[in-house]
């Protein structure tokens, strides 16, 4: 049972969270972060072979306090998302095919990232509320190290299209491992 809350908190107070933010920033360059398993070099940008079409750096479309997720999640300040471009799955039905298959958005690195995450939370949002996250989980965590370092402590949403692999799972978790 963990002792601290967000559990992500104990993570990074035992050097694991960074440890987890390493190995899967190095995993870039042989991706098989989710189903797709492309074993593209994104670590080189070599994001023409890759289904998700991004490189070194996630690509955020909007970062804003929802307030038309559900009820339990915006509360009355509103859940802090921060909606990634681009997709691993690529519905065709997609309601947000300008994000998710055009990639609308601009590059951010892992301060930015971070400064993101602390700016929802200032604002009171009651998480901070990761959308089509399943293709840039190294880069979260990357930015999860700097942003904890700047105070953070809001539970995190991680709002996937499912489309994940068991390993990208792992690091995920805080307490145990994902059952195969
Ligand atoms: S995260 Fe992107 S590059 Fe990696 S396996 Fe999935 S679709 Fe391919």
Redesign the pocket.
């Known amino acids: 049972m963990s002792s601290s809350y967000p559990a992500y908190l104990e993570l990074f107070q035992s050097g694991e969270l960074a440890r987890r933010a390493e190995k899967a920033i190095g995993s870039l360059a042989d991706?098989?972060?989710?189903?797709?398993?492309?074993h593209?070099n994104?670590l080189a940008d070599d994001s023409p072979n890759?289904?998700?079409r991004?490189g070194r750096y996630a690509l955020v479309s909007s970062s804003f306090p929802h307030h038309g997720e559900e009820t339990c999640l915006r509360g009355t300040h509103g859940s802090g998302t921060i909606f990634f471009s681009h997709c691993?799955l690529r519905c065709v039905f997609c309601q947000n095919f300008d994000i998710s298959w055009q990639g609308q958005g601009r590059p951010v690195g892992p301060d930015r990232l971070a400064a993101m995450m602390l700016g929802l939370e200032e604002h009171g949002c009651h998480n901070i509320n990761f959308v089509t996250p399943?293709?840039v989980v190294p880069q979260i965590l990357e930015a999860l190290c700097l942003a904890v370092e700047g105070g953070l402590c809001s539970p995190i949403v991680y709002n996937t299209g499912s489309y994940d692999s068991l390993e990208t799972l792992r690091l995920l978790v805080t307490n145990g491992t994902v059952d195969r």
Request: net charge positive; with cysteine.
């Open positions: 991706c098989t972060g989710c189903a797709r398993q492309c593209a994104r890759s289904f998700c991004t691993n399943s293709h």
